[in-house]
T-cell receptor
Framework: EAGVTQSPTHLIKTRGQQATLRCSPI?????VYWYQQALGLGLQFLLWYDEGEERNRGNFPPRFSGRQFPNYSSELNVNALELEDSALYLC????????????????FGEGSRLTVL | AQSVTQLGSHVSVSEGALVLLRCNYS??????LFWYVQYPNQGLQLLLKYTSAATLVKGINGFEAEFKKSETSFHLTKPSAHMSDAAEYFC??????????FGTGTSLTVIP
């Protein structure tokens, strides 16, 4: 069974440009999460999508946005890139099983490394 | 509010020595707790998880963690470190099973 796949693996942009990152969840998973992993800052929660809807977002400016498609794949868009947006962007998927009956396990992709020059 | 604190951003141990990585959490309800490992240039991989069953949880690669409610802790241990254990380790908490909060990570170095 294929795991979570992310593309591109690496992306180099310049300040002010836009970046689009893509994620395909594990088959059968309806929830997709996006995290930013900047050097020394751990994982910062960006966005959570489930069943095509944005369920929650972290403390990031509106230029970070995304969407989830009917096949549950997802896209993260970062507009007006700034130097501090350089980071590894991780996508994770899970079954929508939350609550006491759920196992809540996240399955991560290998990430997309965005470099802003 | 949920949060995780990992004490020690860097931990070094000798090969064969005990590994102890500390994690304290904050949660208003009984939480789900997780440890993930990240090898260089890779995504995160689940090591183990606590979901309100046994308080001592065994994971992959010889790791285990003990949930201590009174101390709000979920420390990760391994009796004998191996060179292949060198990686970044993340503790995470979830109250609902579908929103997850991660600590800032602990980088483990294993000295031969």
């Amino acid at each position: 069974e294929a795991g979570v796949t992310q593309s591109p693996t690496h992306l180099i942009k310049t300040r002010g440009q836009q970046a689009t990152l893509r994620c395909s969840p594990i088959s059968g998973h309806t929830s997709v999460y996006w995290y930013q992993q900047a050097l020394g800052l751990g994982l910062q929660f960006l966005l959570w999508y489930d069943e095509g809807e944005e369920r929650n977002r972290g403390n990031f400016p509106p230029r970070f946005s995304g969407r989830q498609f009917p096949n549950y794949s997802s896209e993260l868009n970062v507009n007006a890139l700034e130097l501090e947006d350089s980071a590894l962007y991780l996508c994770a998927s899970s079954l929508k099983t939350g609550g006491p009956a759920g196992n809540g396990e996240l399955f991560f992709g290998e990430g997309s490394r965005l470099t802003v020059l | 509010a949920q949060s995780v604190t990992q004490l020690g951003s860097h931990v070094s141990v000798s090969e064969g020595a005990l590994v102890l990585l500390r994690c304290n959490y904050s949660s208003s309800v009984p939480p789900y707790l997780f440890w993930y490992v990240q090898y260089p240039n890779q995504g995160l991989q689940l090591l183990l998880k606590y979901t309100s069953a046994a308080t001592l949880v065994k994971g992959i690669n010889g790791f285990e963690a003990e949930f201590k409610k009174s101390e709000t802790s979920f420390h990760l241990t391994k009796p004998s470190a191996h060179m292949s254990d060198a990686a970044e380790y993340f503790c995470a908490v979830s109250e609902t099973g579908n929103q997850f909060y991660f600590g800032t990570g602990t980088s483990l170095t294993v000295i031969p």
